[in-house]
């Protein structure tokens, strides 16, 4: 299973919206409704933004939100702040031949 | 407070072995999945393996199968990776991660810290 693809860098200035595609096939993204989305910053370990397409976990602020069109899903971040500067991965169940998951290949969003 | 504390890793030559583990704490370890995905140095997120609560459900990523095992004892509340058959491309940070539960494939909510493992003669 190839890897999802994710626009390698977006950017907006504090406050404004970024809004980051995660392009699959009909075999992960299009084929079911487990899209993930995490956040990493330098260092650190993963964090859980959306689960399921859409559903934010607890604790994650509702400027993340996230939807799905065909086999393109999206991550859209509303009011930049500064601590959003991260890598930002996509992930979906691409189970239909066995149990498997696959990633995108990561967007850094900046911060301007 | 959920906590995952991933240790076992380091330098092995390139066909040895390692074993990773994944100590849980703050949860009903026995009632979730637990996952395994690795990050080469520089590089973007790969899920690994996944195992079911009760380890009926064992998946790997073609990378690795035939090569890696995971195993879970609940009782100890702990996550293991048995690795073999090492190769270069194997390198990465190696975290394990929460499933969410209640039915859901997702997974992710807790991550621990990451082991690194090195693969190098």
């Known amino acids: 299973q190839s890897a999802l693809t994710q626009p390698p860098s977006a950017s907006g200035s504090p406050g404004q919206s970024v809004t980051i595609s995660c392009t699959g096939t009909?075999?992960?993204?299009?084929?079911?409704?487990?899209v993930s989305w995490y956040q990493q910053h330098p260092g650190k370990a993963p964090k859980l933004m959306i689960y399921e397409v859409s559903k934010r976990p607890s604790g994650v602020p509702d400027r993340f939100s996230g939807s799905k069109s065909g086999n393109t899903a999206s991550l859209t971040v509303s009011g930049l702040q500064a601590e959003d500067e991260a890598d930002y991965y996509c992930?979906?169940?691409?189970?239909?031949?066995?149990?498997?998951?696959?990633f995108g290949t990561g967007t850094k969003v900046t911060v301007l | 407070e959920v906590q995952l504390v991933e240790s076992g890793g380091g330098l092995v030559k390139p066909g040895g072995s390692l074993r990773l583990s994944c100590a849980a704490s703050?949860?009903?370890?026995?009632?979730?999945?637990m996952n395994w995905v690795r990050q080469a140095p520089g590089k973007g997120l790969e899920w690994v393996s996944s195992i079911s609560s009760s380890s009926s459900y064992i998946y790997y990523a073609d990378s690795v199968k035939g090569r890696f095992t995971i195993s879970r004892d609940n009782a100890k509340n702990s996550l293991y990776l048995q690795m073999n058959s090492l190769r270069a491309e194997d390198t990465a940070v190696y975290y394990c991660?929460?499933?969410?539960?209640?039915?859901?494939?997702?997974?992710?909510?807790?991550w621990g810290q990451g082991t690194l493992v090195t693969v190098s003669s």
């Open positions: 009909s075999s992960d993204v299009g084929g079911y409704n487990y």
């Open positions: 703050g949860f009903t370890f026995s009632s979730y999945s």
């Open positions: 991660a929460r499933g969410l539960g209640s039915g859901s494939y997702s997974f992710g909510d807790y």
């Open positions: 992930s979906s169940y691409a189970g239909s031949n066995n149990f498997e998951w696959v």
